[in-house]
């Protein structure tokens, strides 16, 4: 599985986005990108994911380039209570799953301020 | 109705002890993981169960044992427990094996005295 690297911190103004980056450098052509989210105290709770498209829900939107090396999370309108870590995993989705490991990195601590 | 439900929430226990944590999931999910989140917050899978029968066990100490009596609960049971078994333990399930949109249950923290 392509590995991911993230800022270990960062903050925001609340009302304003919050852009989260996240780099997969080696990920391959059927590598899904996936966001979780863990507000403390909390067990994770999954965002959003795609593959090439850009995509949006009621939560976020993730923005994939063009060469899929990387991708940025936004919150388009950061409140207080998005105050959390923000992990990012690439995984071929449907592959065999027998030596699947879903893996969380260290994530971004996303502070938003008032 | 909570989707991935956990009990206790907190536990409290001497060394040596031994304890169970409970999981259900009422998502009709065919797959179940257990992550333990230590003091510096790693999320690290331990267990994953498919239809009941494990498929992954993540070189935990066989002092843990999980135990999955159909795929809608996974519970672990941790025999002598350690000092460094303090953690928050998190129950996650999946709609079937290799799908990466996890549930996760609130965790249950654990406190060995």
């Known amino acids: 599985d392509a590995k991911t690297t993230q800022p270990p911190s960062m903050d925001c103004a609340e009302g304003r986005a919050a852009n989260l980056p996240c780099n997969h450098s080696?990920?391959?052509?059927?590598?899904?990108v996936y966001w979780y989210r863990q507000i403390h105290s909390q067990g994770p709770q999954y965002i959003i994911h795609?593959?090439?498209n850009n995509e949006t829900n009621e939560m976020a939107s993730l923005i994939i380039t063009e060469d899929r090396k990387s991708s940025t999370l936004i919150l388009p309108h950061a409140t207080l209570r998005d105050t959390a870590v923000y992990y990012c995993?690439?995984?071929?989705?449907?592959?065999?799953?027998?030596?699947?490991?879903?893996?969380f990195g260290r994530g971004t601590s996303l502070i938003v301020h008032p | 109705d909570t989707a991935v439900s956990q009990t206790p929430k907190y536990l409290v226990t001497q060394m040596g002890n031994d304890k169970s944590i409970k999981c259900e999931q009422n998502?009709?999910?065919?797959?179940m993981y257990w992550y333990k989140q230590d003091s510096k917050k790693f999320l690290k899978i331990m267990f994953s169960?498919?239809?009941?029968?494990?498929?992954i066990n993540e070189t935990v100490p066989n002092r843990f044992s999980p135990k999955s009596p159909d795929k809608a609960h996974l519970n672990l049971h941790i025999n002598s427990l350690e000092l460094g078994d303090s953690a928050v333990y998190f129950c996650?399930?999946?709609?079937?094996?290799?799908?990466?949109?996890?549930?996760f249950g609130s965790g249950t923290q654990l406190s060995v005295l």
């Open positions: 996650a399930s999946s709609q079937r094996q290799g799908n990466e949109k996890l549930f």
């Open positions: 080696t990920i391959s052509g059927n590598e899904y």
């Open positions: 795609g593959l090439k």
């Open positions: 995993i690439v995984r071929v989705v449907g592959a065999s799953g027998g030596s699947y490991i879903p893996t």
């Open positions: 998502l009709g999910h065919d797959t």
């Open positions: 169960y498919n239809n009941k029968e494990l498929i």
